[in-house]
């Protein structure tokens, strides 16, 4: 049964059924399902954070959803962009265990992939539609960034001609 937006909306805010029956689990089919880039939701702008669990949706999307592990510094630096952290230490001094881990984890992606970072501008191709691949460039070299390893085990690049003097290195 389909139940129109104004009969789920007509208690002014005063129940949660509408975003516990219909939104939530609408977002997180959508985030499952589909694993977008970005993702915000049109509703009321007068209702209060806590009427839309926003909050709790934020804190799934950042730490359990699947799409956690994205790496957004490659999204921003690729766009010509920097990555803000936000990080900051608890009232003791201290950096929380769930952030020193992830930057730390962060830490051993750029000690691998840190030549396509540092230094590097955007390509004129920052992203390829289709796939999960970013771009960056340095002087004469443009930098692939797989996000995720293809199941084939290949590595095809849509973007990039090649020419006789190209040279592709791992």
Known sequence: MIIPLTIWLSNHFKTQKFVVEKTLPELYDLVTRYKPDIIWSD??????????NSTGFLAWLYNDSPVKDTVNLMDAVSFGGNLLLNIGPTKEGTIPVIFQERLEAMGQWLNVNGEAIYASKPWRVQKENSTNIWYTSKGSSVYAVFIKWPTDNILKLESPRSSPDTKVSA
């Not at 509703?43 to 839309?52: F, L, N, V």
Request: proline share 10%; hydrophobic share 30%; no cysteine.
């Open 43 to 52: 509703g009321d702008w007068e209702a209060p954070d806590t009427y839309w």
